[in-house]
């Protein structure tokens, strides 16, 4: 289901806008325009990784948040946004198209979250080689949880 990885901080630059999960289930959702935005403007460099960061947290799930698409960079500059050096649980999807493994994942990670292990200082979407084909794409989830608690717990599933 997951792993438990710890990371170090990591610097992407791309394109950010603010929304909420619950805009996310509507017309006026944002998060699929900036993706069209990014890869139309090639601000990927045809170049994987490309990550979606979700930042900047109001609250929780249920508040706003910064969603940025982008890649890695190796210092600050213009648009750039951090992803904590945090332990994180890593999902990853099952094959399947790109849209629906990606809601799928995100479903089972907010009932996992009753748990209350997420620390919403940033989490992310790692797409690379495997989510080439969006028919047929797999992606991994990045979830900043809270070490303590996850150590309690022994890193159940």
């Known amino acids: 289901m997951y792993d438990i990885v710890t990371l ?24 699929a ?15 994987a990784p490309v990550i979606g ?4 947290y109001e609250k ?6 910064l969603f940025t ?6 210092h600050h500059q213009e648009n ?9 649980a890593r999902f990853r999807t099952r094959k399947g198209p790109i849209e629906e493994v990606v809601l799928e994942t995100w479903q089972l990670i907010w009932t996992w979250d009753k748990r209350h292990l997420r620390t919403y200082t940033g989490d992310f979407e790692w797409y690379d ?7 047929e794409a797999q992606i991994d989830i990045y979830i900043a949880v809270n070490e303590k608690i996850v150590a309690k717990t022994n890193g159940i599933s």
């Not at 960061?53 to 900047?56: A, C, G, I, R, W």
Request: net charge negative; charged share 30%.
């Open 80 to 88: 750039t946004k951090e992803i904590p050096p945090s332990t994180y």
């Open 33 to 47: 325009p900036l993706w069209q935005q990014f890869f139309s403007q090639q601000l990927h460099g045809g170049k």
């Open 8 to 31: 170090e901080k990591h610097l992407i630059k791309g394109l950010s806008i603010r929304t909420t999960n619950e805009m996310e289930r509507t017309e006026e959702r944002k998060i």
């Open 60 to 65: 929780d799930e249920n508040g706003s948040y």
């Open 53 to 56: 960061l979700y930042s900047d």
């Open 129 to 135: 080689e495997r989510s080439l084909d969006p028919k």
């Open 69 to 74: 698409a982008g890649q890695f960079v190796d």
